[in-house]
């Protein structure tokens, strides 16, 4: 078994700063890319960002110089440092990530997500 636990996200003002982070747990061999997604209410899911297992990373160009992604590898751990924040950052965002498990092929796992709002 293999979970994806979210934390961080709430309520901000525009202009302001939030951080999240996600840890994998479970029975986890190896990790590939990792990534956050978000869900604006009546939208469809839409990548933020993600970032390899040898640290290169990719933007939506929505959050280009405002949003980082980082990850600690020995801790199984992506962390999405967002600032500048916008109403329209405002939205649930999940993490995904790339994962191995002992004897299985590579899999897509989601966490719970979070709810970030951004308040004008």
């Known amino acids: 078994q293999v979970q994806l636990v979210e934390s961080g996200g709430g309520l901000v003002q525009a202009g302001g700063s939030l951080g999240l982070s996600c840890v994998a747990v479970g029975s986890i061999f190896s990790i590939n890319a990792m990534g956050w997604y978000r869900q604006a209410p009546g939208k469809q899911r839409e990548l933020v960002a993600t970032i390899t297992s040898g640290g290169k990373t990719e933007y939506a160009d929505s959050v280009k110089g405002r949003f980082t992604i980082s990850r600690d590898n020995a801790k199984n751990t992506v962390y999405l440092q967002m600032n500048s924040l916008k109403p329209e950052d405002t939205a649930v965002y999940y993490c995904?990530?790339?994962?191995?498990?002992?004897?299985?092929?590579?899999?897509?796992?989601w966490g719970q997500g979070t709810q970030v709002t951004v308040s004008s």
């Open positions: 995904n990530a790339q994962i191995m498990r002992p004897y299985f092929p590579v899999n897509t796992y």
